[in-house]
């Protein structure tokens, strides 16, 4: 049968690389994206695979997207990849509270607002693959981003809880920790700054967004169904977790 896929921010960097992927492995895809509308315009052109715009931090909008998706594709989601996520970069002693609430809002609880609006159907199906993207900085700490780390280690155990409550159901749960990619939220970082992280990078440069997709690809494979827990690093060798 043919998988429905629902990717989190999938029409930039890794998420649109994570679409075209699954898309080219023979699921049906649909993506979601929050504000920039000309980049959906274009992805939709290139792909034409359907974007949706809604705020994956909020619970309501979640809920409402996910089903007008099951409802257009007359089907329910079977994979979903958690993929949407800001920066806010700043040390503690200037982080402003919107600064930690948005990133905290976008990246983790988007995570369970998501999560929370289709795990019922795969329950109910008996099969299911949900694969949040977290990142290397939530597993070793970055130094400027406190609300980065701390949601995306956050990311990391809500992962390890939802695999043990689903397993007996079909439905795994994993996370793929990617290191610095090659997409605009890197692009961000001051060049002196990403210069010397590239340095401690030891296969000597950034990841491409389409090597962070195939790992998803490998988890979102129908013989992965052993695979539940687990958090997949793809840093180049950056940190050995
Ligand atoms: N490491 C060590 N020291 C640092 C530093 C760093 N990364 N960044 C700043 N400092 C130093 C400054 O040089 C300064 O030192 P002096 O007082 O001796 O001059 C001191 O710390 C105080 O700095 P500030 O608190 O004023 O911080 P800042 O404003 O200079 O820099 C920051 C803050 C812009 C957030 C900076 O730390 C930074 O760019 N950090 C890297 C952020 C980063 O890597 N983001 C990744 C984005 S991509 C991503 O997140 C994707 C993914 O998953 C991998």
Not at 99 to 116: E, H, K
Not at 162 to 186: F, H, I
Request: charged share 15%; proline share 2%; hydrophobic share 45%.
């Amino acid at each position: 049968m043919t998988r429905l896929a629902l990717i989190t921010g999938g029409t930039r960097g890794i998420g649109a690389a994570i679409a075209r992927r699954l898309l080219q492995d023979g699921c049906r895809v649909a993506v979601t994206y929050r504000g920039n509308a000309a980049a959906a315009r274009a992805f939709m052109d290139a792909t034409a695979i359907a974007a949706y715009p809604w705020d994956a931090g909020d619970f309501g909008a979640c809920a409402a997207g996910v089903h007008q998706v099951e409802m257009d594709c007359a089907q329910g989601v079977d994979i979903l990849v958690n993929n949407a996520g800001i920066t806010r970069d700043a040390s503690l002693h200037n982080m402003t509270p919107a600064q930690w609430r948005a990133v905290i809002d976008a990246d983790l609880d988007a995570c369970f607002n998501m999560s929370r609006a289709v795990i019922a159907g795969m329950r109910d199906r008996g099969w299911g693959r949900i694969i949040n993207i977290t990142s290397i900085n939530g597993q070793k700490g970055q130094f400027g981003q406190s609300n980065y780390a701390a949601a995306k280690a956050g990311v990391i155990g809500f992962t390890k809880a939802l695999a043990l409550e689903s397993a007996r159901k079909g439905v795994t749960v994993n996370a793929v920790a990617p290191g610095y990619t090659a997409t605009d939220m890197v692009a961000a970082v001051a060049p002196e700054v990403l210069r010397s992280i590239v340095l401690n990078i030891p296969v000597g440069r950034l990841a491409q967004p389409e090597e962070i997709a195939h790992a998803v690809a490998f988890l979102a494979h129908e013989q992965s169904g052993f695979i539940t827990g687990s958090t997949l690093s793809i840093n180049g060798g950056q940190y050995l977790a």
